[in-house]
């Protein structure tokens, strides 16, 4: 996993809002999405875009359908 995905994944997974939305989201682009309409949220505090070609899109789909089976 490279750096924007880990900062990424850290993020949601530390900000209760965003993990939130992730719930609730379908994919990696849902979450995008809902986060930025939702929260107004579009990157990590580091300045990482969630939408950065960098970032690894199966990889946080497959950790967000993953926190659903928590």
């Given at each position: 996993m490279n750096?924007?995905?880990?900062?990424?994944?850290i993020y949601i997974s530390e900000?209760?809002?965003?993990?939130t939305v992730a719930l609730s989201?379908?994919?990696y682009s849902n979450f995008?999405?809902?986060a930025r309409h939702l929260l107004n949220e579009t990157s990590t505090p580091e300045g990482v875009s969630f939408s950065?070609?960098?970032i690894n899109r199966k990889?946080?789909?497959?950790?967000i359908k993953?926190?659903?089976?928590?």
């Open positions: 750096e924007e995905t880990e900062k990424v994944k900000n209760f809002a965003l993990s989201s379908s994919s995008i999405s809902l950065s070609k960098r990889i946080l789909t497959k950790y993953s926190l659903k089976r928590e």
